[in-house]
């Protein structure tokens, strides 16, 4: 149930113990979690064919069951080299997620089953201005907003999934690749889709 990581793995302003963490004056406490979102990048620029300052950005987003929320946010530059400190930073705030996630995962798979009906496998609200929202069904077909959107029917679309992403990659026709955000909950939805649907699930590298 994920054993508590020692103070030199934590992010800068976290504290925890057996039962709830804090950052700066909010305490979040471990059974009231709802759901995790982590997302990091890494963008390279050039200007004129001059290698720019690589920019690294990463969001720990963590909800609670009261709809508040916390954002541990890092952003740094590297300017040719490694910075040591922000790299320790960077690699303690995804540590810190991966600990969260297998300390909440039972209740936050329960939360997803809850959404569940005798058609509907679990309903998905995806990260973004536009608050998708997605049912997955039983028979293997997926609705957005209400509307027919992909399926899992091997027939109809090649299933694979990117850094944050689910991909329906339609076999004929057109709008061929459909894709998910999964940033919210990754775990939980590969989990469910690949337990559900019996599916080996490929991992595919994307250039930005």
């Known amino acids: 149930m994920g054993q508590l990581p020692a103070v030199d793995q934590l992010p800068d302003g976290i504290s925890i113990d057996e039962k709830s963490f804090k950052f700066k004056d909010k305490i979040f406490h471990y059974d009231k979690i709802k759901s995790i979102r982590i997302y990091s990048s890494i963008q390279k620029m050039t200007l004129n064919l001059i290698p720019m300052p690589t920019t690294v950005n990463s969001i720990l987003t963590v909800f609670d069951k009261d709809n508040k929320k916390i954002k541990i946010k890092l952003a740094y530059q590297r300017f040719g080299f490694k910075r040591k400190n922000k790299e320790l930073q960077l690699q303690n705030i995804i540590l810190f997620s991966k600990f969260l996630e297998s300390k909440t995962a039972e209740q936050r798979f329960k939360t997803y089953t809850e959404t569940g009906t005798k058609v509907v496998l ?87």
């Open 122 to 208: 679990f309903k998905y609200k995806a990260n973004g201005l536009l608050n998708n929202s997605y049912e997955i069904l039983k028979d293997g077909s997926v609705r957005k907003n209400g509307k027919d959107f992909a399926s899992f029917d091997p027939k109809q679309f090649q299933i694979w999934r990117s850094y944050k992403k689910f991909h329906f990659t339609k076999k004929t026709g057109w709008f061929k690749n459909k894709e998910i955000d999964i940033s919210i909950d990754e775990d939980i939805f590969l989990f469910m889709v690949s337990d559900y649907f019996d599916l080996d699930i490929p991992f595919r590298e994307i250039e930005n």
